[in-house]
């Protein structure tokens, strides 16, 4: 059985919640793309925990966790993130985490590029993460990076290191007039910082093929959402690698297998990090109030999300991409503090309603056309079953799935691991 949970909006839809639920009855829990640029928060009985490059399955006794082929793997950060977990009582040995000799390590000058970038950019920036995302995944296909094998298996490292420290000085040192890298120092970090994951690199690939053989189950968990896509998300402001359900398999390590079952994860209204076309932005007053309620600041970077109603043109063609079978509905509860809801139904676009989302550099041009639905304006957090919630809030759930053409399976009303209503 191979299931993935994915982000139908911009992400911090709330995945890493539904994956830590989810992942009881899993065997494996998997990432296969991005790197550290995003942040799960999970809660349950044992604290707090962000997770930027550790599949939420870490936090689970017997799931075992893979990083996949299509990740890029900030191996400080990774080193940080498990000495923190290790800190807080969570086991992790090469039994419960497996890194994919393919994942590609992001190197310091990756961040830096990024930086620089960034600087050079100014006012015209693109709210890039500065964790060397963009800068790692382009030398990954100018086949110019260093994986996680090399650090097992590459008789000529410290030869690659040269090569490829050489060839870097001329964007660092002739693009940006940055301070030269060197060789040595590049040489040490993969030293000091790989050698002691060399024991946890493996091909998943073999690994997870044989899992599925003997009938385990597999989840595939996605970073960010369907609208950070790089292909079909809103280009450029999107992350650099695919977010897409359909790519889990191959950037897992597992290309001839399929998915049994996709999971999309749907905020129950909008939110969105960094720069780019946001339709139904909220704006001033109404802005903070939502973000305030939601608690909306960056897991990764602690920066103040952009906020808005539910977009049902954006989160369908999210729906559709993701080709979710089903889909959760997270952060219902933050909805409670409106007597009535507006929701974004159409985008006008120069006098034109549009109902499917356009072209993306069209986006600037469009306009949210809102409808607005009656509020339950009480307390839902505590609600646990069906017959539990308001009839207005039962009545949003059911104007949103039709206007979505989704199945809405899942409703979450906290943070806390429980906070979850079975509604089908
Ligand atoms: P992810 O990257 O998609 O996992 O999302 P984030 O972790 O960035 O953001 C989700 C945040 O919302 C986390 O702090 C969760 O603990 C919290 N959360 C998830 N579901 C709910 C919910 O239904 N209600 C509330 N109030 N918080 C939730």
């Given amino acids: 059985m191979l299931t993935s949970v994915c982000g139908i909006n911009w992400g911090d839809e709330g995945k890493g919640k539904m994956v830590d639920l989810l992942s009881e009855e899993y065997d494996v829990v998997c990432r296969y793309q991005g790197g550290n640029n995003a942040g799960?928060?999970?809660?349950?009985?044992?604290?707090?925990?962000?997770?930027?490059?550790?599949?939420?399955?870490?936090?689970?006794?017997?799931?075992?966790?893979?990083?996949?082929?299509?990740?890029?793997?900030?191996?400080r950060h990774?080193?940080?993130?498990?000495?923190?977990?290790?800190?807080?009582?969570?086991?992790?040995?090469?039994e419960n985490l497996k890194i994919s000799d393919r994942a590609v390590i992001t190197m310091p000058y990756h961040v830096l590029l990024d930086c620089l970038e960034?600087?050079?950019?100014?006012?015209?920036?693109?709210?890039?993460?500065?964790?060397?995302?963009?800068?790692?995944?382009?030398?990954?296909?100018?086949?110019k990076a260093f994986r996680m094998g090399d650090l097992l298996h590459c008789a000529r490292l410290r030869e690659r290191v040269?090569?490829?420290?050489?060839?870097?000085?001329?964007?660092?040192?002739?693009?940006?007039?940055?301070?030269?890298?060197?060789?040595?120092?590049?040489?040490?970090?993969?030293?000091?910082?790989?050698d002691p994951l060399r024991e946890y690199i493996c091909d998943v690939g073999r690994y997870l093929h044989e899992a599925a053989a003997a009938g385990k189950k597999i989840m595939f968990e996605a970073q960010l959402g369907a609208l950070r896509d790089i292909d079909y998300g809103i280009y450029p402001y999107t992350s650099s690698s695919s977010t897409i359900a359909a790519y889990a398999p191959i950037g897992a390590g597992v290309p001839d297998l399929k998915l049994d079952r996709s999971i999309g994860v749907m905020k129950a209204y909008s939110t969105c990090v960094g720069e780019g076309?946001?339709?139904?932005?909220?704006?001033?007053?109404?802005?903070?109030k939502l973000r305030a309620a939601g608690g909306e600041y960056g897991a990764a970077t602690g920066r103040p999300r952009r906020v808005g109603p539910f977009d049902a043109v954006a989160s369908s063609y999210g729906i559709r991409c993701q080709g979710a079978d089903e889909v959760v509905?997270?952060?219902?509860?933050?909805?409670?503090?409106?007597?009535?809801?507006?929701?974004?139904?159409?985008?006008?676009?120069?006098?034109?309603i549009l109902r499917e989302f356009p072209y993306p550099d069209l986006l600037e041009k469009c306009k949210p056309v809102l409808r607005t639905l009656k509020g339950w304006g009480c307390d839902i957090s505590k609600c646990r079953r069906r017959e539990d919630l308001p009839r207005e809030a039962l009545d949003y759930i059911a104007f949103i799935e039709e206007?979505?053409?989704?199945?809405?399976?899942?409703?979450?009303?906290?943070?806390?691991?429980?906070?979850?209503?079975?509604?089908?």
């Fill in 40 to 75: 799960h928060t999970v809660i349950n009985e044992r604290g707090k925990f962000i997770l930027n490059l550790l599949p939420s399955g870490i936090l689970r006794e017997n799931v075992v966790n893979v990083l996949g082929a299509g990740m890029v793997v900030d191996i």
């Fill in 78 to 94: 990774l080193s940080g993130e498990m000495a923190r977990l290790r800190a807080a009582g969570v086991k992790i040995t090469p």
């Fill in 118 to 143: 960034e600087e050079r950019l100014a006012e015209k920036k693109f709210g890039s993460t500065r964790r060397g995302i963009a800068p790692v995944y382009a030398d990954k296909y100018m086949k």
């Fill in 162 to 194: 040269e090569e490829i420290v050489e060839w870097k000085n001329l964007t660092v040192c002739g693009g940006y007039g940055g301070a030269p890298i060197t060789a040595e120092e590049t040489f040490a970090y993969l030293k000091e910082y790989g």
């Fill in 277 to 288: 076309p946001f339709t139904a932005e909220y704006f001033g007053e109404k802005a903070e």
């Fill in 329 to 352: 509905l997270t952060k219902l509860d933050i909805l409670s503090i409106y007597d009535e809801i507006e929701v974004c139904v159409a985008y006008e676009c120069e006098g034109e």
């Fill in 403 to 424: 206007a979505c053409g989704c199945n809405i399976t899942y409703v979450a009303v906290g943070a806390e691991r429980d906070a979850v209503i079975k509604l089908k």
